[in-house]
């Protein structure tokens, strides 16, 4: 039984949802989302979005939370939207942005220049005495979590010293040198 699934979902005011086949699309404040969907039913009624599973066979049961989270998600994400923001921790490590290029300085011989997806909303600051911060924003959740993934695989932090881009309030798992 899912219980993920069988949670209706509120939808907020400034959010509309409409379902037609097999796709639903949200539009809201931040921008406007579409999903696929298949093996549930989606229904929109008295302001909140029901999922209901058509069989009770194993895939059915594990497509009838995902979508509903799936569904959750893009909701949230047209009209709060989704922030991820990642650590540089590093001796000479920064990250500045001209627009939707961010240009990162991670100890190799030459920077790292990435260009964003024009629905990312990127965010670098630097203080002194603290590590760079870059923030993303978008209403787009995958989207956040597949670039932030990408930026982080340029330099993941090593356990030794922990150097290297992390997510804000990650915890590493650290290891004794060879002294231990």
């Known amino acids: 039984m899912s219980r993920i699934g069988n949670n209706p979902i509120a939808i907020p005011e400034g959010a509309t949802v409409e379902v037609s086949d097999?796709?639903?699309?949200?539009?809201g404040k931040l921008g406007?989302?579409?999903?696929?969907?298949?093996?549930?039913?989606?229904?929109?009624?008295?302001?909140?979005?029901?999922v209901n599973r058509n069989t009770e066979s194993k895939a059915h049961k594990a497509k009838h939370g995902l979508y509903r989270s799936l569904i959750n998600n893009m909701i949230k994400g047209v009209t709060i939207g989704w922030t991820k923001e990642l650590e540089l921790v590093g001796v000479g490590y920064r990250a500045s942005n001209q627009?939707?290029?961010?240009?990162?300085a991670l100890g190799f011989s030459h920077n790292i220049v990435f260009d964003l997806a024009p629905e990312v909303k990127v965010?670098?600051?630097?203080?002194?005495?603290?590590?760079?911060?870059i923030k993303l924003t978008s209403h787009d959740k995958q989207l956040v979590g597949q670039i932030a993934a990408k930026i982080r695989s340029f330099r993941k932090p090593e356990p030794y010293k922990g150097k290297g881009i992390k997510f804000v309030g990650e915890q590493l798992?650290?290891?004794?040198?060879k002294s231990a």
């Open 22 to 27: 097999n796709l639903i699309t949200v539009k």
């Open 32 to 50: 406007e989302l579409t999903q696929e969907f298949s093996d549930v039913t989606v229904s929109v009624a008295d302001g909140e979005v029901v």
């Open 99 to 104: 627009g939707q290029k961010l240009d990162l």
């Open 123 to 133: 965010e670098t600051t630097s203080e002194k005495g603290k590590n760079p911060i």
């Open 173 to 177: 798992r650290r290891k004794a040198g």
